[in-house]
Nanobody, 124 residues
Framework: QVQLVESGGGLVQAGGSLRLSCAAS????????LAWFRQALGKEREFVGH????????YYADSVKGRFTISRDNAKNTMYLQMNTLRIEDTAIYYC?????????????????WGQGTQVTVSS
């Protein structure tokens, strides 16, 4: 059974940094695209960024471009989200997701597999 497990969330002050991890198992990763989404309280799930596992190419939402960086470690089958210069509006539950295609899709409906989510809270 495919598993995505996020970790690394927590409480941080505005302007600070956090790194989230998404450990993937039972995926044929070179054929997959992985993404980060987030969902703030009372809001819809929002695309954050995407990485093509085979090429490492990335794509980001405008709201996080220049502040967030997605990377992957092939040996550990793990994707990361480095979040810098965090803002209060970045507060949300962050999810990783995977689909068996490598093109960038912003809709959460296109993703087959999801992690359980990890809470990120940015305080003033």
């Amino acid at each position: 059974q495919v598993q995505l497990v996020e970790s690394g969330g927590g409480l941080v002050q505005a302007g600070g940094s956090l790194r989230l991890s998404c450990a993937a198992s039972r995926l044929t990763l070179p054929n997959y695209g992985l993404a980060w989404f987030r969902q703030a309280l009372g809001k819809e799930r929002e695309f954050v960024g995407h990485i093509s596992w085979s090429t490492g190419s990335t794509y980001y939402a405008d709201s996080v471009k220049g502040r967030f960086t997605i990377s992957r470690d092939n040996a550990k089958n793990t994707m990361y989200l480095q979040m810098n210069t965090l803002r209060i509006e970045d507060t949300a539950i962050y999810y990783c997701a995977a689909r068996p295609e490598t093109d960038v899709i912003l809709s959460p409906l296109a993703y087959n597999y999801w992690g359980q989510g990890t809470q990120v809270t940015v305080s003033s």
